[in-house]
């Protein structure tokens, strides 16, 4: 018994780390391991800028799909406009919670928009900040979304019609039971991250699981679901507490 896991990798952008991202990417394909991948439709937050960036962002993108990675929409342009949390009250910042119905409605057609101009829109949403609140859920169900990567716990469940599979994780780290996603920034990662990574799929690479497949998976009814939701939830809620109080630098 053990573990599955996701792997996500947020803001693939044109102008990401790709020094750091495609070698790792060529490694994970190599132990067979598809990724989430987070892509901003149209990215507008010049804090991911990092590198050149590549005119064949597109073709990737549908390279990578077609390879087995599940394509993600990852907000619409990763602007930060609100100072909430959302409902999981992990980063008080949000592209999307605390805007009003309409507004959010409008980003999440934009961004879906660009991506099915593009060949790559799938019913799967990825909140910048991770935060997001019940009309970016509506909104999100009108437009036909289906999932979102985000929640608590250890197993999918429903809210506002829309499937949470639970992201918890920011690194590599064993687990024996229930479904773990794994949250990667590449763009601040370090040769440390790296190789960590890397030797944590090499050992568990049979473990991995498709977003998607989950996606689609029926919900079990699963005896400790709720208490271990609760537990999760109440542990991000003191780690937002504990960060707020640390002095700023």
């Known amino acids: 018994m053990g573990a599955r896991y996701i792997l996500r990798f947020d803001d693939i952008t044109p102008g990401m780390a790709w020094s750091k991202f495609l070698p790792l ?4 394909e190599a132990h067979g391991v598809n990724c989430l991948l987070g892509v901003v439709p149209e990215c507008r937050d010049a804090k991911l800028d990092v590198e ?3 005119d064949d962002f597109y073709d990737l993108v549908r ?6 990675d599940t394509i993600v929409q990852h907000g619409a342009y990763h602007v930060y406009e609100t100072p909430e949390a959302g409902l999981l009250g992990v980063n008080p910042r949000s592209e999307f919670a605390g805007l009003p119905y309409p507004e959010q409605l409008r980003k999440i057609q934009t961004g879906k928009a660009i991506l099915q101009k593009e060949g790559v829109w799938t019913p799967y949403f990825m909140a910048p900040g991770h935060s997001f609140d019940l009309n970016t859920l509506r909104a999100l169900k009108s437009e036909g979304f289906e999932a979102i990567t985000d929640g608590v716990g250890f197993h999918p469940y429903m809210l506002e019609g829309i499937k949470l599979i639970p992201q918890l994780l920011g690194r590599p780290f064993a687990f024996p039971y229930g479904l773990v996603t794994i949250c990667i920034h590449v763009n601040s990662f370090d040769d440390k ?8 799929v090499a050992r568990h690479r049979h473990r991995f699981v498709r977003f998607h497949e989950v996606a689609r998976e029926p919900l079990e009814n699963h005896p400790l679901a709720s208490w271990l939701r609760l537990l999760t939830g109440g542990f991000l809620k003191l780690l937002r507490v504990s960060r707020a109080s640390l002095p700023s630098r």
């Open 52 to 54: 050149p960036a590549r």
């Open 193 to 200: 991250k790296t190789r960590a990574l890397m030797q944590f």
């Open 63 to 68: 390279t990578w799909q077609a390879g087995g």
């Open 25 to 28: 990417k060529r490694y994970l």
